[in-house]
């Protein structure tokens, strides 16, 4: 297939979209990775044509500056008044560069087009040589479309919109797509003889293949093979109904290339997504944005990936990341918040109800639970034990916390940037800490735990607490009275007692209870 010398192309993006009932431009609402008018224009790109102008004018400021992000290439076009497709078309003419050759028309609004269908209906056009060519579709329901309307031997006779269709025409279900391939010179000649003689006053580009019929120009129906290409969108529900099928197309496409996707009803994948062979996505996940899975690595059910790389054989389960990079075998969830700049090396583990921002998570480094890691270099292998904080914020400048290589942090710690914990170094679980604590040393920070024997016969008597303690007394008065040094002071005139525990256990996290401080 030879490639189609396009010109210009002309995408009609002025109009309200008066039943999207929206603040935002019709045109800008957005499906699955880019915009409506993004996915014209991605599917027009191919053509690589010379000049691409956009007509723009209900929210031009916000057309224009989306224009600016997706396709700085493309020229914005202004039509202030808003007075007909063939109108948006002359005024863009009279701003394009090149007054020859193809000049291919798209509306802004059918965002279903494949670039395959854009180039076929190119090819069909220049191979007849025709002065305009029309994309048309058999549809099951065409109301509202403008309808192709055919002599007996089935030639092109006239597009007539429904509105001013009579009934005979209204009953063809072959319609218009708005998508249209025109010569030049010609479709210039012929926009200056359009009139507004109809029934919302406006000048219809469609008007000008009725024009050419009637001079003899040769005009061509290329019939697209799938209609669902050429569906538009006019309200909610039509978009909606959009998002649906462009979703089963992408599905359809991955799961051919090799990916599992256990439930293609509830998995949203945007356009700009890449997945590898043998990724497996389960049920209820979106993919959104730039996000990449590599091969091997399982992401759901119930997990929203925006931005975010995943690696190969990693797992996310039941979280939500926003730019953030997963390692290979790394492992994400249930119920981790990933956010910016969270980059899990290989192997990683993030758990449950952690939060990561900013920061490396090292290989092989565990933040099982309940976890805050702010602006933190956490080392390879490291431990950071449940309900760790990363304290980055003092409530004017953020700070870093590093965390050396196979360092262990004990539960229920804060760390306070700036601070840092050498490679090998243990935190005392329950600490505060504000000095770094070197490689190897132990850091302790807390303060001291005593007892108060008999508290709760005195002060809380009757209650099922001080029923359980006489029981559990009495058991161990009876079995192994005088074997514990914390044994009751029996009768209960030892007020305020004091036992502070010194326990060499220095497993799990009642590490070192009491202990010095690093020296
Ligand atoms: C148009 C076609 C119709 C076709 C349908 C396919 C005409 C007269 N009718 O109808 O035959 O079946 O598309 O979806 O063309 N626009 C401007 N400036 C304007 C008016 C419209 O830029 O002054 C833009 C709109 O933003 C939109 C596109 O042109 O992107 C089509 O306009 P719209 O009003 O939606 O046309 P339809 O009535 O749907
Ligand atoms: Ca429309």
């Known amino acids: 297939m030879s490639q189609p010398r396009v010109r210009t192309i002309v995408v009609l993006a002025a109009g309200e979209g008066k039943r999207m009932k929206s603040a935002l431009p019709k045109v800008l609402h957005p499906l699955l990775g880019r915009t409506l008018l993004g996915h014209v224009l991605a599917a027009s790109a191919p053509l ?39 109108h948006a078309v002359r005024i863009a003419l009279d701003a394009a560069p090149d007054q020859t050759g193809t000049v291919i028309v798209i509306n802004g609004d059918a965002p279903l087009l494949r670039p395959e269908t854009v180039a076929a209906l190119v090819e069909a056009h220049e191979a007849a040589g025709a002065a305009a060519t029309v994309l048309a579709a058999e549809v099951a329901d065409p109301t509202g479309l403008g309808r192709i309307v055919r002599d007996e031997a089935g030639r092109l006779e006239q597009i007539v919109e429904e509105r001013d269709a009579t009934p005979a025409q209204r009953a063809l279900r072959e319609i218009n797509a708005g998508i249209y391939a025109f010569d030049a010179s010609r479709l210039r000649d ?11 006053g406006e000048e219809y580009l469609t008007d000008v293949f009725g024009l050419l019929v ?5 005009v061509v129906v290329h019939v697209a ?36 996707l256990l439930d293609p009803a ?49 797992t996310v389960l039941r979280s939500h990341a926003v730019s953030a990079e997963i390692g290979p075998r790394a492992s994400v969830g249930p119920y981790a918040y990933l956010r910016p700049a969270a980059r899990l090396a290989e192997q990683a583990k993030v758990g449950t109800f952690v939060e990561v921002k900013n920061s490396e998570v090292g290989a092989g480094a565990k933040v099982p639970h309940l976890s805050y890691v702010g602006d933190a270099t956490i080392g390879a292998r490291a431990n950071i034990g449940a309900a760790t904080i990363f304290v980055n914020y003092d409530g004017v400048a953020k700070h870093r916390t590093t965390v050396g290589e196979a360092a262990f942090v004990g539960c229920d710690t804060t760390l306070m940037a700036p601070v840092e914990v050498g490679p090998g170094a243990y935190v005392a679980a329950g600490s505060a800490i504000d000095k770094d604590v070197p490689a190897g040393a132990l850091g302790v920070a807390r303060g001291r735990q005593r007892n108060i024997d008999g508290w709760v016969a005195r002060r809380r008597a009757g209650t099922r607490s001080a029923e359980a303690a006489e029981r559990a007394l009495e058991r161990a008065a009876g079995g192994q009275a005088g074997a514990t040094e914390n044994a009751p002071s029996g009768g209960g005139g030892a007020s305020q007692g004091e036992a502070t525990h010194v326990t060499a256990d220095a497993g799990g996290l009642g590490l070192a209870k009491g202990d010095t401080a690093t020296e």
């Not at 012929?190 to 919302?200: A, H, I, P, R, V």
């Not at 009637?214 to 040769?218: L, M």
């Not at 799938?226 to 599905?251: F, I, K, M, P, S």
């Open 266 to 314: 509830t998995t949203w994948i945007d356009v700009t997504v890449t997945l590898e062979r043998d990724a497996v996505v389960d049920q209820n996940t979106q993919l959104r944005g730039v996000t990449t899975v590599a091969a091997g690595a399982v992401v759901g059910p119930d997990v929203t990936l925006i931005d975010t790389g995943v690696g190969a054989d990693a």
């Open 190 to 200: 012929t926009l200056g003889k359009l009139s507004t003689d109809n029934d919302q």
């Open 48 to 86: 690589a044509a010379d000049h691409t102008l956009v007509v723009v004018g209900h929210g031009a400021e916000q057309v224009t500056a989306h224009l600016a992000e997706v396709a700085p290439d493309a020229s914005p076009v202004l039509q202030a008044e808003q007075r007909g497709t063939g």
């Open 225 to 260: 093979p799938d209609a669902t290409e050429t569906l538009g969108c006019n309200d909610r529900v039509e978009l909606a109904n959009l998002r649906a099928l462009l979703r089963d197309r992408v599905n359809t496409g991955w799961m051919r290339a090799g990916v599992t």
């Open 214 to 218: 009637a001079t003899g120009e040769p």
